[in-house]
């Protein structure tokens, strides 16, 4: 399941790369649905004081008109990165107009497939294609499935780390090829025992009934509005909500760049029966992009993917193609609604040495096999997660859920210890987390369902969407923050004017 890690951390502690670790950068991606104060998903354009949705670099819209991301830039420091987050949410509420913030990765109660209004981006050609990629999503997903909100997290290593961990391993590569296969390393690790951040950090055990009007479930009925399953930890990440016939015939390959390439193109290539009976272009009206299984790199759905920023006119595929992989997102992490940002310093802090710890293990490839196996952890942990006694699948064969993971937490410790060298915050982070296994009832999912007891998910996530909003709008930004936020926005708004006019 896991070698020991003691002998690659005493030769990373002994090559001087462990200043390099202080230098770790991360970005956080938040969505947050726009609802009005009786709860109800708003209908309201972006508001024009939050700029462009098609150009402002840090608050845009995900699928939905109403569905606000917030965006922080990639940085070193964890304080600086949530202040900076915090910051976007309180200009934000200062805006809304009778508008709250949905705290919860779950939607609100929502009245139909229709009621979830397609982001518009202008009629600028990219902006056209933006909102035609979201028609796209709505004829073959449905919108409903795309109102779920959640949190990215970005994280990279320093090159100056890259060079020096090539040399300790002794390897002939390019500093592109050996960077590019080191995330590929760590994405099949993370495959492999992600499911632990489902256990610690899910906070999506139950949603509004709403959600599944008219589609078969097992889930039950807790109270007049509200489904949920006892022991999920994450219905977000438990294929509820992402489901797809023609992805789950995918397996994107993450033994290498060249696999993970070859078959995303194919995806992007290959033409799917069902989206051609669709259409693309049907009496003058653009249902799609195309009628392709994937009709962008975005629209294959994973828990975790390799990234590389952009330049105009290419997509991340022919990026990192070129110049490799330059970070990953994390992907499966909810947003937890007892937090005024859904997340937090301890948890970044966590995530860091976890994400370390799947770089630095052994990490074979994954067979066709392993990964039909690693799919029914997840399952099982997002929809069972806190049943005690839960078994998951190795290997070797089963093997509790609870003994897995404090083989885990042993790793994390030592990797704790290790990046508390370079900064301070990580073993902290670890013992917090630890005392999750013992006391599954202190997790955020199980945090969730006692809110919920005597209350409905809809009035007890309003109830939390108005207390924070409020929160926000009683600590407004000083001037000078103001105005900085209103000259993004403005300058969004003159950006996006003069990509109408090219």
Not at 34 to 50: C, D, N, Q, S, Y
Not at 427 to 445: G, I, K, Q
Request: hydrophobic share 40%; net charge neutral; glycine share 6%.
């Amino acid at each position: 399941m896991t070698s020991p890690l003691t002998p690659r951390l005493a030769q990373l502690a002994a090559s001087g790369l462990l200043p390099q670790l202080a230098h770790i950068r991360r970005g956080i991606e938040k969505e947050a649905l726009r609802v009005t104060a009786g709860g109800v998903l708003a209908k309201t354009a972006h508001p024009p004081a939050l700029g462009a949705a098609l150009t402002h670099p840090y608050i845009t819209t995900d699928y939905s008109e109403s569905l606000l991301e917030f965006i922080t830039p990639a940085g070193e420091q964890v304080d600086e990165t949530l202040g900076f987050l915090e910051k976007l949410h309180r200009y934000t509420a200062s805006q809304l107009d009778g508008e709250y913030l949905w705290p919860a990765s779950m939607p609100c109660a929502l009245q139909g497939n229709d009621s979830i209004p397609i982001a518009e981006y202008g009629s600028s050609r990219l902006g056209r294609m933006k909102h035609v990629y979201r028609r796209g999503l709505d004829v073959r997903y449905g919108r409903i499935m795309q109102s779920i909100a959640g949190i990215h997290y970005n994280f990279s290593l320093p090159d100056s780390f890259w060079q020096g961990y090539r040399r300790l391993l002794g390897s002939q590569d390019s500093l592109v090829e050996f960077r590019s296969a080191q995330y590929f390393a760590l994405i099949r690790n993370f495959r492999r025992y992600g499911w632990l951040l489902l256990y610690l950090f899910g906070a999506s055990p139950a949603l509004s009934q709403s959600f599944m009007a008219g589609r078969p479930h097992r889930l039950a009925k807790l109270g007049k509005d509200t489904l949920y399953l006892p022991h999920a930890t994450s219905l977000r990440m438990s294929g509820l909500g992402y489901q797809n016939d023609a992805q789950a015939t995918l397996n994107i390959s993450t033994n290498s760049l060249a696999e993970y390439s070859r078959d995303l193109d194919w995806a992007l290539n290959t033409p799917h029966p069902r989206y051609s009976r669709i259409g693309v272009e049907v009496e003058g009206e653009c249902r799609q992009l195309n009628d392709n299984i994937l009709q962008l790199e975005n629209e294959y759905y994973s828990d975790i993917r390799p990234k590389r920023v952009t330049r105009a006119e290419e997509t991340p595929l022919q990026a990192m193609a070129a110049q490799g992989v330059e970070y990953i997102e994390v992907r499966n992490l909810d947003i937890n609604p007892f937090l005024p940002l859904g997340i937090d310093e301890t948890q970044v802090r966590l995530l860091d040495t976890f994400l370390l710890f799947c770089l630095l293990q052994d990490s074979p490839s994954i067979t066709a096999e392993e990964q039909q196996r690693l799919r029914k952890n997840q399952i099982r942990v997002a929809e069972n997660g806190r049943n005690v006694g839960l078994l998951l699948e190795t290997t070797a064969g089963e093997i509790s859920l609870l003994e897995w993971s404090n083989r885990l937490f042993a790793n994390l410790t030592e990797i704790a210890q290790l990046l508390d060298k370079a900064g301070q915050g990580h073993v902290r982070a670890v013992t917090h987390f630890s005392a999750l296994l013992r006391h599954p009832e202190l997790t955020p999912s199980a945090r969730m369902l006692k809110q919920l007891q005597g209350k409905d998910y809809h009035s007890a996530m309003l109830m939390q969407a108005a207390r924070l909003t409020e929160q926000w709008r009683s600590s407004p930004l000083d001037s000078h923050q103001y105005r900085y936020h209103r000259r993004l926005a403005i300058d969004s708004l003159t950006e996006q004017a003069r990509l109408e006019t090219v």
